[in-house]
């Protein structure tokens, strides 16, 4: 009876042991908690991508229909203006627009960009209080062009480098021009510059404006296009009125004196 009664002592002290030792490996290699808020802001993150990816573009054709684009400068007012007013409508704190961000790669990034820093014309970010810096950037890069032209394509292999080397979370590249080719197709082109392992996360959005305004239309947009695209001493009216003006004033003058 002693006998048995020390077997089940030694036994019970053997499994305390052992729960013992379990509870230290496991608490050892407890799989560390998510910073506080991470969901959260992983889940205004796919908000905010998803406006970029399925709304902005209808916005962008909105402001070509009232004529508001015919720069590249135009077209990132209209960008910024339209993702500010979802941030705003939708009650968004803590994440910040950008236009014009710096960013500065690692070594291997640098290396492979062939410059220590690159400007993303257009950023969205996360800026937590307790992190140093931006996180979760989504980056925008814009092109315009009267016509069809191959820097789109420099511009996603940058985008493609950036998130290679985790600068950025998303990227999108808004090319917008005129001509004959159909969005399709330059979505179709821009698409096999990205690594297939980024298609989810780096996304062309072709814009053609003669897609989007009405063919009886389209020799007014050019024209409206063509007067609104710069500031030139030749296409100011009013300026040219007034120099008109000021000469004929100073003829009679000098008509006036010779009598």
């Known amino acids: 009876m002693a006998t048995s009664k020390a077997k089940r002592s030694a036994a019970a002290k053997k499994a305390a042991r052992t729960r013992k030792r379990n509870a230290k490996a496991k608490k050892k290699h407890k799989t560390p908690k998510k910073a506080k808020g991470t969901k959260r802001e992983q889940g205004v993150q796919e908000k905010i991508v998803d406006f970029i990816k399925n709304n902005l573009k209808k916005e962008i054709q909105k402001d070509l229909e009232q004529y508001m684009i015919s720069s590249e400068a135009d077209l990132r007012s209209s960008v910024t203006y339209h993702i500010r007013n979802f941030i705003h409508a939708k009650r968004i704190d803590g994440w910040r627009l950008h236009t014009g961000l710096w960013t500065y790669p690692d070594a291997k990034g640098r290396?492979?960009?062939?410059?220590?820093?690159?400007?993303?014309?257009?950023?969205?970010?996360?800026?937590?209080?307790?992190?140093?810096?931006?996180?979760?950037?989504?980056?925008?890069?814009?092109?315009?062009?009267?016509?069809v032209g191959p820097d789109k394509i420099i511009d996603l292999k940058k985008l493609t480098v950036l998130k290679k080397h985790k600068m950025i979370k998303y990227g999108f590249m808004i090319y917008l021009y005129r001509g004959e080719a159909a969005e399709r197709e330059e979505n179709e082109t821009m698409l096999t510059v990205i690594p297939e392992k980024f298609l989810e996360r780096i996304f062309p959005i072709a814009i053609n404006a003669y897609e989007t305004i009405e063919p009886r239309l389209q020799n007014r947009f050019d024209k409206m296009w063509e007067k609104t695209k710069d500031l030139r001493p030749e296409k100011m009216t009013a300026r040219k009125a007034g120099e008109a003006r000021t000469k004929g004033k100073k003829r009679k003058r000098r008509k006036r004196k010779s009598r």
């Not at 410059?115 to 092109?143: C, H, Q, W, Y």
């Open 111 to 147: 290396k492979e960009l062939g410059k220590s820093r690159v400007e993303i014309d257009v950023a969205v970010t996360s800026v937590p209080e307790s992190f140093k810096g931006p996180s979760r950037v989504i980056g925008i890069e814009l092109k315009e062009h009267g016509s």
